[in-house]
């Protein structure tokens, strides 16, 4: 694995401009939450979109509607047509899982280093990031972020968390 800080840090700088070079996107996803809770896993579909310079959204479709919107220092959620709205200021692990999903998604290596260590490796054409929280307070509910991709788009976001569950989001 290439830890980014090296000589070779050139690699992830090549990843980070392709995706930087995206004008933004809408994907249909497939998402499975794994729990030691329960005996397979919950699984979600719907869409997920960025709009540059700072915009995801997340539509779940199944198993049941939800939005999830982050723009600027705002989480909204909607659910049952009723929406609230959480400062990510006030909440420093949505700050990190946001940062974490527009860091990528706009190539933007500066956003991603303010909440992660970043490791990459594989190539170009077919890469792996491995972002791991450095602040203590995120650290204690997220061991790493995983997200795999191919040139300039982004295949898989696997979130593992200190405790042992795991998420895995795969986009189509």
Known sequence: ???????????????????????????????????????????????????????????????????????????????????RRIPLSSQPLLAAFAASLRGVLAGDEKQLREYFRLAANGTEAEWQLELTPIDDEVARVVERVAITGRAGKVATIEVREAGGDRSLLQVR
Not at 41 to 50: A, F, Q, R
């Open 1 to 83: 694995m290439l830890i980014v800080g090296t000589a070779n840090a050139l690699d992830l700088a090549l990843v980070m401009k392709r995706l930087a070079a995206e004008p933004g996107t809408k994907v249909e996803y497939r998402e499975q939450k794994f729990s030691s809770l329960l005996a397979t896993p919950v699984e979600s579909t719907g869409t997920l979109s960025y709009q540059r310079p700072d915009v995801v959204e997340k539509n779940v479709a199944t198993p049941r509607a939800e939005r999830y919107r982050i723009a600027g220092d705002t989480l909204s959620v909607t659910r049952a047509g009723k929406e």
